[in-house]
């Protein structure tokens, strides 16, 4: 059965969410929650009522319920407040009351995607990975380890969930779950099924419960050669089974990102130059971009230019160079004036190209926090990590504008929730560093002077981490190392002044920027 909303339709057959011609990615448990929903349009359908077709009659919370209300109405463009299309009914439930038509699934003009059975893998629709534009991944059933069939429905959860938290990322394509389903229960090798779905990475896992613990193993696979790319073992304390599932799922997706990345960047530079795409490109720059350094970040630049130049339309592209033009400015390396245009530019650029791709909305986050526009920054913020919850670098990034803007308590959370996510991930310098900073804005200098060493040991040439180490060295009174990290700025930053910092760091507080201004005194400059 089809159901056709206002611009949206729900296909059953293969359990899909669309929006002309996009699929929307939902979270199987809201999909099935909206269907519920939908098919029971006629009247209000109560919360024990949900618990029992939605949830199985597993257990779960008010806030669980709540959750998934509001994921539904999000992906449906609706909201609370406004509520035209999911209405609650205070003390009774909830009700659909936006319009609907019906038809049946074979109905060609919904063109539904062709659907595998579980035999016959091979007759899929969607093409070999090899002629995509973008990487393709596949995510196995998770084998329950437990020899108990009551707890299937943790591993297929953990499954579902990762499927549906990666295909919020943008920059890959992943197998539907109907399609890598047809796998579950069966010895497999990884090139097989790369091969048969037309994947270029495959992660497997597996899940063992015992008593209130839960072990998971996530494997990342390289599916041409089936060589391992990333492992990782995850043990948590069941207190809640789905904050349990929810925080597992979020540890995978992050952590799989930097190999994923790694890995298309090696592919990318075994391609002839002259044969490269805009995609290669992209992959390769972001190799620089990590790097936080000057050379790398110009290097970065020309690649993403050159991957404009052949796909205007590409967004990440776009969405990346903004963000690198933010990076020059806010470390010194290139001047405001002349960054701060093109940066903004190519902002509008990745969000006209896909205002749905979390990079996009973090390029905008960058560029108004350079311009100061503090409120505009952290609501950007805001919706690119509505977008990928996982996505580290934004979620410490959010962190130094709470901070500007002296919410220094929150920005250390921040900064801690992002490295939680993906210790590893390259991104960690910045974490460390908006972490120090908060602490600095609290009078914290011990732990921000700490923060700042780890920052500059893990980039060497990372400029805000030797600023922090500079001043927070000075306020703790420890004179010979503020002195030592003054010097290592100004060959890392050669133009670094008190001028500078006044003029070009967007503190958002005038007591603030006195303060930072005077840890820099304190240590020399001038």
């Given at each position: 059965m089809q159901f056709v909303l206002t611009g949206y339709l729900i296909d059953t057959a293969v359990r899909e969410l669309r929006r002309g011609s996009e699929t929307v990615a939902v979270e199987p448990q809201v999909l099935d929650l909206l269907i519920y929903l939908v098919e029971n349009r006629d009247r209000v359908v109560s919360k024990d009522e949900l618990i029992a077709s939605v949830w199985g009659g597993r257990i779960a919370s008010d806030a669980s319920v709540s959750s998934r209300i509001y994921a539904a109405r999000q992906a449906l463009g609706d909201n609370g407040r406004d509520q035209k299309l999911i209405r609650t009914i205070a003390r009774q439930g909830h009700r659909f009351v936006g319009a609907v038509d019906t038809r049946p699934a074979c109905d060609a003009r919904a063109t539904p995607a062709a659907v595998p059975s579980a035999g016959a893998p091979r007759e899929m629709s969607r093409p070999a990975a090899s002629t995509l534009d973008r990487p393709v991944l596949a995510v196995l059933p998770f084998v329950n380890m437990s020899g108990d069939p009551e707890q299937e429905y943790f591993s297929d959860g953990i499954s579902e969930d990762i499927i549906t938290a990666l295909s919020k990322l943008r920059w890959f394509f992943v197998i539907a779950r109907h399609s890598s389903s047809a796998y579950k229960g069966k010895a497999v090798?990884?090139?097989?099924?790369?091969?048969?779905?037309?994947?270029?990475?495959?992660?497997?896992?597996?899940?063992?419960?015992?008593?209130?613990?839960?072990?998971?193993?996530?494997?990342?696979n390289d599916g041409a050669t089936g060589g391992r790319l990333w492992a990782e073992r995850y043990d948590r304390t069941l207190s809640d089974v789905f904050a349990g599932q929810d925080e597992i799922t979020a540890a995978i997706v992050a952590a799989?990102?930097?190999?994923?990345?790694?890995?298309?960047?090696?592919?990318?530079?075994?391609?002839?130059?002259?044969?490269?795409?805009?995609?290669?490109?992209?992959?390769?720059?972001?190799?620089?971009?990590?790097?936080?350094?000057?050379?790398?970040?110009?290097?970065?630049q020309a690649l993403l230019e050159?991957?404009?130049?052949?796909?205007?339309?590409?967004?990440?592209?776009?969405?990346?160079?903004?963000?690198?033009?933010?990076?020059?400015?806010?470390?010194?390396?290139?001047?405001?004036?002349?960054?701060?245009?093109?940066?903004?530019?190519?902002?509008?650029?990745?969000?006209?190209?896909?205002?749905?791709?979390?990079?996009?909305?973090?390029?905008?986050?960058?560029?108004?926090?350079?311009?100061r526009r503090f409120e505009d920054s952290l609501a950007a913020f805001e919706r690119a990590l509505r977008l990928?919850?996982?996505?580290?670098?934004?979620?410490a990034i959010q962190g130094l504008a709470l901070a500007y803007v002296g919410d220094w308590k929150r920005?250390?959370?921040?900064?801690?929730?992002?490295?939680?996510?993906?210790?590893?991930?390259?991104?960690?310098?910045?974490?460390?560093?908006v972490e120090s900073y908060a602490r600095f804005v609290g009078g914290d200098y011990r732990e921000a002077l700490r923060l700042a060493r780890e920052a500059v040991r893990l980039r060497g040439?990372?400029?805000?981490?030797?600023?922090?180490l500079t001043a927070a060295a000075a306020m703790a009174g420890e004179a010979d190392v503020a002195h030592a990290a003054l010097q290592a700025?100004?060959?890392?930053?050669?133009?670094?002044?008190?001028?500078?910092?006044?003029?070009?760091?967007?503190?958002?507080?005038?007591?603030?920027?006195?303060?930072?201004?005077?840890?820099?005194?304190?240590?020399?400059?001038?």
């Open positions: 090798h990884i090139r097989q099924v790369a091969e048969e779905l037309g994947a270029g990475y495959v992660l497997e896992g597996s899940v063992r419960t015992a008593g209130d613990r839960v072990h998971v193993t996530a494997k990342l799989i990102e930097p190999p994923l990345y790694a890995a298309e960047n090696f592919r990318a530079r075994r391609k002839p130059a002259d044969s490269m795409g805009a995609w290669d490109l992209v992959m390769r720059a972001l190799s620089h971009f990590w790097r936080l350094r000057p050379q790398d970040n110009a290097a970065a050159k991957a404009i130049a052949i796909d205007p339309g590409c967004g990440r592209a776009h969405g990346v160079l903004a963000a690198s033009h933010t990076v020059g400015a806010y470390m010194g390396w290139t001047d405001v004036a002349a960054s701060g245009p093109i940066a903004e530019r190519a902002a509008a650029a990745a969000v006209d190209a896909d205002r749905e791709d979390p990079w996009a909305q973090h390029a905008l986050a960058c560029v108004h926090l350079l311009k990928n919850p996982n996505f580290v670098r934004a979620q920005a250390i959370e921040a900064a801690r929730s992002s490295l939680r996510l993906s210790p590893r991930d390259p991104s960690a310098a910045l974490c460390y560093g040439d990372y400029t805000g981490g030797h600023r922090l700025l100004r060959r890392v930053q050669p133009g670094i002044s008190l001028a500078w910092i006044a003029e070009h760091m967007p503190i958002g507080q005038a007591a603030e920027l006195v303060h930072y201004v005077g840890g820099f005194r304190r240590a020399g400059l001038e």
